[in-house]
């Protein structure tokens, strides 16, 4: 069948097992062979080729719900609904997206990007299911990755006592982006094994016994109880959830997969399907990769596996620079730890983990808890870097304020991927660290302009006692490593001229360099300041630039609200307060009674009353 030609999941419903072998090897060839051109998440997607014929040959899309955790292993989900045709367009502006995406197909019924929340959302649609007295499957697939983010758990919490009929499916790689970490893991390698072993265990007795779920669905399966016996294994993990589970199952043997399913659909209440895939299953380079690298990829020569898109010798990613800085100020600064959330690859930490195994930490994907650990880590005398996408910050937030920010801890917080991020779309530009972060007392929170700044800064945030944010973009930069560093005055800008300025520009990052660039070339007079901290700003230098009655344009490359272009205006208007304003100052309110607090603060009435008389 040629790929293109699906049109829907209705396609595959009376094909042999043969045939849909056959469509699986058709899928693999389709997917190396566009990825390699659009780029994409090539090994994840490779490693759920069979799992996604099996869902969509034993439920019935769309009136069943489908719903993948992350949802960047969805691709032959796309294909099987229609939307092979398209995928010359993927993660392309108005292109297919890389993730679902309920705007683009009936059959995408939840959509993320953020991990570990496909379990939630399955929970709340079986509530919103049954209580309107609807009739359908939800089955949401979630890797073991996904399985080590909090909300993961926090919702089998629920759906262990809840009843609710749903079939999770757990795609178990062994991988997250690159090695997955933690007890998990290590409790999933004995289950995993039991698969080994299966067939010559004689006596299987099911957790499925277990439960009452477990014995209905027991009593009522007899008839393919028996082929399903060597399946069914003792699933400590899941178990303890008080859910039932079927598995551990060859992710790649479509009538086991068929067969497994077909008996999941008919049980009564929650259950686990455990399936083992490969990661990267069809192309050798992704089967072997061990460090993520096929995870996610830009457009590469499917023969070679080169990757077409290849930096300069003199250029090194935003990420690179930090780690490599990261990995100097280690060398002499042994309070110095390194924590990623799951992200070693992308975050380029691999080296530092490789050179100091033992102030490596790899959380999994786990914010919430990195950010903490690296507070209590501050608590107990050292100097952590942790390095976040600043979308996947949103998530650690009460972290950043709660743990770091209200003890003023000494945690120097590394925001990846600052800024457009370009083809994952929504769900990962990182625009809004800015305006979320800024709120928070005791924060400095930067942003380097170039790979020099970006070293001094790192340099800096190390010198300095308190929470350093420092944000970097995806992307590279001219980067030569600097033989001395020096400390950069917190919160101070720099100023550029170019020609007899008529003008002013404030802007940061690496767009300063290339507006200087851009004036030049453009004969234009022109200021350009580097706010090169959005907390705190650089009041004197904006003081200056005032006197200067020039127009002043504020070029922000991240969400308008909030951001750098809020704090000139706050700080503009405190100086001809034609808007007085009354509020909460920054910092944080201890305890008392409101009536104290709203005094202290200065939002009582009475304090309200004597602003507005002194301000007319
Ligand atoms: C909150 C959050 N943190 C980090 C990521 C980046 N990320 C995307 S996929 C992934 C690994 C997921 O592993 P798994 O669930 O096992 O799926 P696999 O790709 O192995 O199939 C990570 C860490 C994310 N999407 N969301």
Not at 6 to 19: E, G, R
Not at 287 to 296: L, V
Not at 555 to 581: H, K, V, Y
Request: charged share 20%.
């Amino acid at each position: 069948m040629k790929i293109t030609d699906i049109q829907s999941p209705d396609q595959i419903k009376n094909m042999s097992v043969k045939q849909l072998q056959e469509l699986a090897q058709d899928i693999r060839a389709f997917l190396i062979e566009s990825i390699s051109r659009t780029g994409g998440h090539l090994s994840s997607n490779l490693g759920v080729v069979e799992l996604t014929i099996a869902l969509h040959y034993v439920f019935h899309s769309p009136k069943d719900k489908i719903l993948f955790d992350v949802g960047h292993q969805s691709y032959t989900h796309k294909i099987l609904t229609g939307r092979a045709k398209d995928f010359g367009t993927l993660r392309t502006y108005h292109g297919l997206s890389g993730f679902q995406k309920r705007s683009e197909s009936i059959h995408d019924p939840w959509e993320a990007g953020h991990s570990s929340t496909s379990l939630s959302a399955a929970y709340g649609m079986a509530i919103a299911r049954d209580l309107q007295h609807k009739h359908f499957e939800i089955i949401p697939i979630i890797g073991d990755g996904a399985l080590t983010g909090g909300m993961a758990f926090e919702a089998l919490n629920n759906i262990g006592v809840s009843h609710k009929k749903m079939i999770i499916i757990f795609n178990d790689n062994n991988m997250s982006i690159s090695k997955n970490y933690g007890a998990i893991e290590k409790r999933l390698t004995n289950l995993r094994s039991s698969y080994f072993y299966r067939t010559v265990k004689k006596d299987v007795k099911s957790n499925l016994n277990q439960t009452k779920t477990g014995v209905n669905l027991l009593n009522s399966l007899s008839h393919i109880r028996d082929s399903l016996k060597d399946s069914l294994v003792d699933a400590p993990l899941f178990k303890e959830f008080n859910l039932d589970y079927l598995g551990p199952v060859d992710g790649h043997d479509l009538s086991a997969l068929i067969k497994v399913l077909e008996t999941a659909k008919e049980h009564d209440g929650p259950i686990v399907v455990h399936v083992l895939t490969k990661k990267g299953k069809g192309y050798k380079l992704a089967e072997q990769d061990k460090t993520g690298k096929w995870h996610g990829v830009g457009p590469f020569d499917p023969k070679t596996g080169q990757l077409l898109m290849n930096l300069s010798s003199k250029e090194l990613t935003w990420s690179q620079v930090i780690s490599n800085t990261l990995i100097d100020l280690a060398r002499t600064n042994k309070k110095i730890v390194a924590i990623t959330p799951a992200m070693a690859q992308g975050s380029k930490l691999l080296e530092f983990a490789n050179l100091y195994p033992d102030r490596f930490f790899d959380c999994g994907i786990a914010e919430q808890h990195a950010m903490t650990m690296a507070a209590g880590m501050a608590v107990g005398g050292l100097h952590p870097f942790i390095s976040v996408y600043s979308s996947f910050l949103q998530r650690a937030y009460d972290q950043v304020n709660h743990d770091v920010a209200r003890m003023d801890l000494p945690v120097v917080i590394g925001i990846d991927r600052a800024g457009l991020v370009g083809d994952d779309g929504e769900t990962h530009q990182g625009i809004y660290d800015i305006a979320f972060l800024r709120s928070i007392p005791n924060l400095i929170l930067s942003q380097p302009k170039d790979a020099k700044e970006a070293q001094n800064l790192l340099f800096t945030a190390f010198q300095y006692d308190g929470p350093f944010c420092i944000r970097y973009p995806r992307g590279s930069v001219p980067y030569s490593a600097i033989d001395h560093y020096d400390a950069i005055e917190i919160g101070t800008w720099t100023c550029h001229i170019v020609g007899i300025p008529e003008q002013i520009v404030i802007t940061y990052g690496p767009d300063v360099d290339r507006l200087i660039q851009k004036a030049k070339e453009n004969s234009l007079g022109v200021m350009i300041i580097n706010a090169r901290f959005f907390k705190p700003i650089d009041t004197k230098m904006l003081d200056t630039i005032m006197k200067e009655k020039l127009p002043i344009t504020v070029f922000e490359t991240d969400c308008q609200i909030g951001s750098l272009s809020s704090a000139i205006l706050e700080a503009m208007n405190t100086r001809d307060p034609q808007i007085d304003i009354i509020g909460i100052k920054d910092h944080y309110v201890p305890q008392g009674s409101l009536r104290v607090l709203r005094k202290e603060e200065g939002i009582d009435l009475e304090s309200v009353f004597e602003r507005l008389e002194n301000h007319v």
